[in-house]
Each structure stands twice: as structure tokens, then as C-alpha cells.
């Protein structure tokens, strides 16, 4: 029944002494769908902008939810209509409870709804036509007992008051009986005349309290009988009966039984029910002869819990009484805990801390007492508990750090067991996935890495390629590789080294030479894609290895063309006599280094030999008056690279004692003014270098005999112009080949022109650095500085 404009609301509420507030409001049935019933944020104290944050939700605990909560305002409102009689029936005080929930923290309201009753049901009898059947010898005060209607509303809305239709022969007597009804009955007023009238017809009106007040009639058919009657008596005005629930059909609950003091039909008795929900006509039958009351349907005590009836016993003559019948149904423990996940936050952070809250868990038990009792718990072997919270509710937290990549998700098993006997149990499985946190840097397979390249390769050619790992989930294991900017022998590495971004191969960019360089190192980076990203490096080491790419370089005597440069060769040497030597150097290393020397083409092959190795010539014989003055030597210097490379040089010798006896050299054009000069000076010099040499070969024969160690078997100093120089050169001894680094005392060349002094001279100004020094006596050390070197590669030279 609508009441519309039924605007105000009774609201009531209190702060129960709990920790927590609980709220109750009163408000009429029936209210409009969206009508307010309060303001709950306000009457808790919460703040209704953090409503929606705080997850705040009506729970009905899987009942029908007939309020609302606006998360904007805080207002509770009406959800579905409210009848109060279909919720609580006849009790005289009807509730809804509910619980208001909020999360972080967890926190539980209890709100209560108190239904008001509307006056919107009338008062209805049992029957439409009430028969009465009165003998008329039936004295004066008479009382017949009539069923009292029935209005669903309740309190004032119920049944107040009942008026007879004015007539000649009956009052109406109402009182209060003992179960809290009413006795109905008419009283007989003035003697019935069957004779007169065999029938009286009376309405009979029951009305509310209601403003306005309704009512309902019925008809009341009086027979005029010629014999007297008593009515049955039920045994006991009231049966209290206990039935378990679940009780099978045809179980007896109660028999009734009434008597009549009347002889034959008129003390046969017939049972009916007077008054029954609709509910309990499903659970009950009575039979009409014996007033067995048994079970013919499902017995539930979380559906009703106490059934009332009302049974009437009636005679031949219709003369009745009733008796109520409370049924109580006990409970059995028949309800397995439910178990509700109120909320879960799933994902979790693997970076949540333990104690984090992750889920809220509500479990609930339909039975009572005991039988509602309820234990929670959670396997052992997750890092997650169970922490009781508020009343029946648990929180779910961590106890432990997680790590996605050793478990990227649980599977909680939640075990909720009540008290009965026995006792049941139920489970809840949760899934809880872990969200990825970028906290595994990439990983590379090795921290350093070397990988081999021969010189001359092509660009663009693959070297080696680095490979890393990452965990993590996604962009946060996902890797790019890059090389970490700077510079190796002052090349910027991307003019080097190039990596492919997605798969870790490194490429060659450009063609190295063994000769420039022979190793360099590199970072590598691998960087994910997370936010911040995290990288971590790795050194890869290229080795260049040597190819035979460069031919041996005769350092002296000079490169073919200068046919001036000549050996003066003593008549007076004797067999095995050093007489020269030939100097050459090769760029390359190892194999490709060394050096061997051979004669080619001799004036006379068997004066000179060469040394296979040293490249020291020496005499074969004596030299004899008969021999040649003039002796042309063709030299190839072969490396022992695959294939090998040479070079070959052109040595003259002559000899003579005497620069004189030169005629070529007079054939050679001369300055005339200078040619004096030119000849003292070569015999000065000539002198000086065998007073040298001579001086040096005793010095070194000395210093051979004492180190026991053939070392030095000619001794000259010979400017090595620095450019010819390659780093390796210092350390060809460690490689294995022949030692090219001779020490000499003496400078012994020929050559009569004034300009070959200056050889020395110039060398030394131009690019011998100031810090040359001398060691001992017998070694001179040059570093050579290389001017294509951008960084200085210091080489030690010894010659
Ligand atoms: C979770 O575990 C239970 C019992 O251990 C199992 O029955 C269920 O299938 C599991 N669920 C998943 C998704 O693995
Ligand atoms: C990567 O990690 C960040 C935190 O470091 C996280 O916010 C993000 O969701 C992660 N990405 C994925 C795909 O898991
Ligand atoms: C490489 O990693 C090390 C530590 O692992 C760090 O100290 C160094 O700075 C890194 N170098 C570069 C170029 O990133």
C-alpha cells in the first residue's frame, strides 16, 4: 500500500558502546524506492568524500538488500519496496540489520532498521460465513464463541474493536484470552422462539486502530435448533511443542485433543486449523478425526524458526473452540560455513611489505549457537595469514616479501570449520597473482667476454654477440644492448664496435689493423625497459690477430736506388770476419715477423755468406789480391708469413785499404772545392770507425765471453728513423722470432759525401726526443713516438 507523502522519516540513532558505531533508524513500510532514510555518513562521523575510497558497501549477508548507500552524499536510501508484514509478519517489532563496511582500515557498522507498519492490510475473518446452530431453549447469558478476524498490520493497526449489528437477540462480549488474542463471543440476550424465527442473520464488523481506521464484516448465520449442545474443550488451552528441523515428513508433532461432553453425533469432534500461514500449511497437515498435527513438508529452522497455528475444534453441531500450537524448531547443525572474499586486491605488489592487506574474508554459519561457531585458517605454505578482524571477519595479509619470478601466484586454500557435531567444513580457494616490480637488473651469461678477429676483416662482419637475462615480467624483462660511449686508442667506439639493440651481435664497423692496435676492450650495456630502467654491463676484449700483411723493411743498407751507400771491406780480413750486416724490420708479429735472409745474386758467390737469421754478412775466406775490389750483393729479406713476403736490397762492398784506390769513387761527381776536404775527412772518419770498431769488438768479445751468450756480434749505431718503428717491435723477443734488437757501439757506413754524416745528425734533431739516453755504454735507447698514434705507445728500441 502506497502512502505517498509520507515525506519525514524517524530517524534514531545511537553510538553503541562498541568500538564500533552502530545506527539505527525507524521508517515507515512501503516507502518509495531513492527516499532518504538518513544520513549514515554523518550519523558515524565518516567522511563522505572517502566513501567510495574506503570501499564502503551495505553488506545484507546474502540476504534480500532493501537499502542503499549514496557514495556521494552518505545518504541511506530506500532500494526495494519494504512490506513489513511479508518481512516479519506478526511480530510486533520488525528489523532489518545490516552491516556497513568499510576498508582500510576495516570497519563494521552495524545498522538496524526498525520497519514501521503502515495501517495497509484490513481486518479479515477466517471465514466468510460464521454458522452457528442454538437450541432455543438456550438460556439467557449464553456465550458463543465466535473466531476473531485478523489484520496483518500490527500494534495499533491490528484488530481494535468488533461491533454486532443491532438485533433483538444478541450482545457481543470481547476479552482478552490467555495466548494474547481475543475471545469473540456473542452473548444470548433475549430467548430465541424457534417458532418464531428459525433463522437470525447478524453482521459482525472487526476495525482497526489504523488512522483511517479500516475494518472488515462477516455474516453470522444463526440456527434455531430444538436441543441443547456443549461445546468441545481442547486439553490444553496452549501446545508448546519442540520439533528438530530437517525432520522427516510424517513425523508427529503434537495431537490435540478436545472433548464434548455431548452424547453421539453431537460429541463427535472434528479438527480444522482456524487460523495458518501460508508458510506452515506448506509444513504441517492435522488430521481432521485424530488431531494429529504431522510434517508433510521441508522443516527449516533458518527459514522459520517458530511456527504458531491456531486449531479449532468443532462438534455435529458446529459449536466450537480453539487452541494455539507454537511449534519451535530446533537446530542441526546443517549449514556449512560460507566463506566470502569481501574484497581482494589481486594483484599484489611484489614489493608489498609484509603485513600488507591484501583480501578481506567474511565467513558466515546459518545455524546457531555453537553450530555458527566458525574457525578460519589458511594452509602453511604461503606466505600469507589470516588475522582475525572485526567479528567474523578476517584480514588476509603477508608475512613474508614475495618475489614474482621464484612465484608468480598462489593459491590460497581458506578452511572455515564450525563448532557443531559434527562438525562441517568448507573451503574457498583464492587465486592471487603477483604484479611484476622492475627489481631484477639484466644479467649478461658471462661479465667479460674476448672474442678473436683477424686484421683486415671486413666491415661489417660479426664479432661475437653477449647475451643477458632479465627475469622480470614483460618491458621489465625486456633487454636492449647498447656499448657504453668513450674512447679505445682514441677511436670513438661506435667508429669501432656496433651491437644489434635486440640481439646482443657485435659488429665490426670498420677494418682493424694488427699494427694499430692489437686488443681493445668495450662495455656492453643491457638496459630493460622498465621505469626507472635498470642496466648492467659486461667487457667484451677483441683480439686482432695478425695476417702477413706487411713485407719486411730494410732499414739498411738503403733502399735500393742509393748506390752510393758502400762497405769498406778491409784486404786484411780474414775468413768469418763480420763485414756488414743487413737490417730490416717487419710491421708484422710472430710467423709474419720473422725475418730470413738469403744472397740472391754475389759478384763472387764464394766470398760472402749471409747469416740465415742475423742477416750479418761475413767473409767466407780470406780475401786474397785476386779478388774483386767491387762485390755487389743482392739481399732478399723473406717473413715467414703464409704466403711469405720479401723485399731485397742491393750491398756494396769494396775492397781496399785505401779510400784512393776507389776509382769508382773519383768517378763520382764531386764538388771539385769540396773533394779535399771531402777525403780528409773520410780518412779521418775511416780511422775513427776502425779505432771504433776495433774497440768495440774487443768490448764486446769481452762482454760475449763473460755473459756466455751470443749476443752482439757487430756493433754499429744505426739511426732507425722512427717511422719505421711499430710498437712490436720491443717485444718480438717474447714472440718467439728473431731479436731485432742489436746493439751498436760504432756507426760504421761508408759513403764519402758529407751529407751522410749529417744521417745521424738529422735523424737525431728531427725525431730522436730529447729524453734519448744512453745506457751504458753500449745501448742507446730511442722512444719512438709514432705521429699516426693518436696515444702514445712508448717503444723501446734498442740499436
Ligand atoms: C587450487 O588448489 C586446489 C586444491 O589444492 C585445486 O583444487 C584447484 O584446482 C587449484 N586451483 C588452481 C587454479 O590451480
Ligand atoms: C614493471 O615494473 C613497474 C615498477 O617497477 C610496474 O609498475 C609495472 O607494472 C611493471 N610492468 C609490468 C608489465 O609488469
Ligand atoms: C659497469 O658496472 C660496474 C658495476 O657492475 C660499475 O661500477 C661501472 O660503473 C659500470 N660501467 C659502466 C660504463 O656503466
Known sequence: MEHKGFAFVFALFFLASSSYGDVSYSFPEEMKGGSVIGNIAKDLGLDPNRLSARKARIDAEGKRRYCDINMRTGDLTVNDRIDREELCSEKITCQLKYELMLESPLELHRITLQIQDNNDNIPVFPNDIIKLEIRESAAKGSRYRVNEAHDADVGQNAVQTYTLQINDHFVLAVSPNVDGGKNVELVLDKELDREKEQEVKLILTAADGGSPPRSGSVEIHVTVLDANDNSPL??????????????????????????????????????????????????????????????TGPIDFEDEAQYELRVEAKDGFGLSTDSKIIIEISDVNDNAPVILLKSLSDPVSESAPPGTEVGIINVQDRDSEN?????????????????????????????????????????????????????????????????????????????????????????????????????????????????????VHGFPVSSLLSINGDTGVIHAVRSFDYEQFRSFNVQVVARDNGSPPLSSNATVSVFISDENDNS?????????????????????????????????????????????????????????????????????RDISESDVMKQTLVVAVKDNGKPALSATCTMYLLISDNLAEVPELKDMSFDESNSKLTSYLIIALVS???????????????????????????????????????PNYADVEGAGTLRSSYNYDGYLTTGSRTSDFKFVGSYSDATMPADQTLKNSTLSVLHAERPYHDTMVPSEVCF
Open 234 to 295: 481442547f486439553s490444553q488451552p496452549v501446545y508448546r511443542v519442540s520439533l528438530p528441523e530437517n525432520s522427516p515428513l510424517d513425523t508427529l508433532v503434537v495431537k490435540v485433543s478436545a472433548t464434548d461432553a455431548d452424547e453421539g453425533p453431537n460429541g463427535d469432534v472434528t479438527y480444522g486449523f482456524s487460523r495458518i500461514s501460508n508458510k506452515a500449511r506448506k509444513a504441517f497437515s492435522l488430521d481432521p478425526t485424530t488431531g494429529e498435527i504431522k510434517v
Open 371 to 487: 553450530n555458527r561457531n566458525v574457525r578460519c585458517s589458511i594452509q602453511h605454505d604461503v606466505p600469507f595469514k589470516l588475522v582475525p578482524s572485526v567479528k567474523k571477519y578476517y584480514s588476509l595479509v603477508t608475512t613474508n616479501n614475495l618475489d614474482r619470478e621464484t612465484v608468480s601466484a598462489y593459491n590460497i586454500t581458506i578452511t572455515a570449520t564450525d563448532e557443531g557435531t559434527p562438525p562441517l567444513s568448507s573451503f574457498k580457494y583464492v587465486q592471487l597473482s603477483v604484479a611484476d616490480v622492475n627489481d631484477n637488473p639484466p644479467k649478461f651469461e658471462h661479465q667479460s667476454l674476448s672474442t678473436h678477429v683477424t686484421e683486415n676483416n671486413k666491415p661489417g662482419s660479426s664479432l661475437c654477440s653477449v647475451t643477458a637475462t632479465d627475469p622480470d615480467w614483460r618491458q621489465n624483462g625486456t633487454i636492449m644492448y647498447s656499448l657504453s660511449a668513450g674512447e
Open 552 to 620: 719486411p723493411q730494410i732499414l739498411y743498407p738503403a733502399p735500393d736506388g742509393n748506390s752510393f751507400m758502400t762497405e769498406m771491406v778491409p784486404k786484411t780480413v780474414q775468413a768469418n770476419s763480420l763485414v756488414s750486416k743487413v737490417i730490416a724490420v717487419d710491421a708484422d708479429s710472430g710467423q709474419n715477423a720473422w725475418l730470413s735472409y738469403h744472397i740472391m745474386k754475389s759478384t763472387d758467390p764464394g766470398l760472402f755468406t749471409i747469416s740465415l737469421h742475423s742477416g750479418e754478412i761475413k767473409t767466407l
Open 688 to 726: 775513427v770507425c776502425t779505432i771504433f770498431f776495433t774497440f768495440i769488438v774487443v768490448a764486446f768479445a769481452t762482454r760475449f765471453c763473460r755473459k756466455r751468450k751470443p749476443r752482439m756480434l757487430f756493433d754499429g749505431a744505426v739511426a732507425i728513423p722512427s717511422a719505421y718503428i711499430s
